[in-house]
C-alpha cells in the first residue's frame, strides 16, 4: 500500500488493470449509446499513479528522463518553522533514499501519471465517438494530493498544499466556457451538489458543498468560500486547515500543538511559516 516501489513494465497498456478498466468503461459506453435517452452514471476508479508505480516502459518511462529528474534542495531549513506535529507524517527511513533512488521513484511516478492519463484519453474518446459528449457531464479528481520530497515528506496525509489540493476538472455539456481554469477555492464537497444542478435534480439545502455551476459558466464569478481540510494522525494529532484563495491556515490540537500561515501569492511552495509573525497576527485571528 504505502511502500514507495515502481516496475518499469516491458508490457502494452492494454495488459495492464488501468487498460481493462479503460477497455470495460469503452463497453459500458457503446451499451449506453444505444439507448440515449435513458440517463446513465459511470463511475471509472483508475489504480495508477497510487504506488507501486507500475506503467509500461515504453513510452511512459521515456518521456521523463532519470537524470532530468527535480531533487527538492534544502530540506531541514525548510524544517525549522514547521510545528512537530506539521510533520507528523514523516517516515524516517525515507531519509536513507538517495539522489538516485529519488529520481527513479519521481521518474516511474510521473510514467505512472502519463499512463493513466491515455487510459483517461481512451475513455473521452470513445464519449466523443459515441456521440455521449454532449450531453455527458464529466467530473475528474483524486482522492488526495502527493508528496514526492517536499517539507522532506512522501506521500499523503498531511495537510501541505501538496497533499490536500487534488486536480479537479469538470465539464459541462453547452457550457459558455471551455479550457479555462478557475481562480477560485472550492471542496470535493461541490461536486455532488454541481452534478444535481447540471441534471435538474433537488439537493437538500443543508448541504456544506455548493453548485459549481455559477463558477463553470463564469470561473472568475464571485465566490468567498474557502476550503477545510482535516487529517488525523496517530491517536492525538488533529490537524486542520483551511485554503482560502491567498492564504492556508493549519492549526494542530486547537494550536495547542503549533500554528502554520502561509501567504500562497508570496510563497506558493509553502516554505515561510508566517503564523507567529507579528505583521500577520490579524490574518491568523
Not at 521523463?64 to 534542495?73: L, Q
Not at 456544506?208 to 463553470?216: A, C, E, T, V
Request: glycine share 6%; charged share 25%.
Amino acid at each position: 500500500g504505502g511502500t514507495l516501489s515502481w516496475y518499469a513494465s516491458p508490457k502494452p497498456d492494454e495488459d495492464h488493470t488501468d487498460g481493462k478498466i479503460a477497455a470495460d468503461a469503452e463497453w459500458v459506453l457503446e451499451r449506453c449509446a444505444k439507448q440515449k435517452d435513458r440517463p446513465f452514471f459511470l463511475a471509472v476508479g483508475f489504480f495508477r499513479p497510487h504506488t507501486p508505480y507500475v506503467a509500461p516502459k515504453k513510452p511512459y518511462y521515456d518521456f521523463y528522463p532519470n537524470e532530468k529528474m527535480r531533487i527538492i534542495p534544502n530540506i531541514k531549513e525548510d524544517q525549522v518553522d514547521i510545528p512537530a506535529a506539521g510533520l507528523a507524517s514523516y517516515k524516517p527511513e525515507q531519509d536513507k533514499l538517495t539522489d538516485e533512488l529519488r529520481r527513479s521513484a519521481l521518474q516511474a511516478y510521473y510514467a505512472s501519471i502519463s499512463f493513466m492519463d491515455a487510459q483517461l484519453g481512451h475513455v473521452i474518446g470513445a464519449l466523443d465517438r459515441l456521440g455521449l459528449s454532449e450531453n455527458t457531464i464529466v467530473v475528474f479528481t483524486s482522492d488526495h494530493g502527493y508528496h514526492t520530497g517536499e517539507h522532506g515528506l512522501w506521500q499523503k496525509r498531511s495537510i501541505f498544499e501538496e497533499s490536500a489540493r487534488v486536480p479537479l476538472i469538470m465539464v459541462a455539456p453547452k457550457s459558455k466556457t471551455t479550457n479555462v481554469s478557475s481562480p477560485r477555492t472550492v471542496e470535493m464537497l461541490d461536486i455532488y451538489p454541481t452534478v444535481a444542478d447540471y441534471c435538474g435534480l433537488k439537493y437538500p439545502d443543508y448541504l456544506d458543498g455548493k453548485s459549481l455551476k455559477p463558477l463553470l459558466e463564469d470561473p472568475k464569478a464571485l465566490w468567498n468560500r474557502p476550503a477545510i481540510t482535516q487529517t488525523v494522525l496517530g491517536k492525538n494529532i488533529n490537524g486542520y486547515t483551511i485554503r482560502s484563495e491567498r492564504y492556508r491556515y493549519t492549526e494542530w490540537n486547537q494550536g495547542k500543538e503549533g500554528l502554520q500561515l502561509y501567504d500562497h501569492d508570496a510563497d506558493p511552495k509553502e516554505l515561510k511559516n508566517l503564523a507567529n509573525d507579528p505583521a500577520h497576527r490579524g490574518t491568523v485571528a
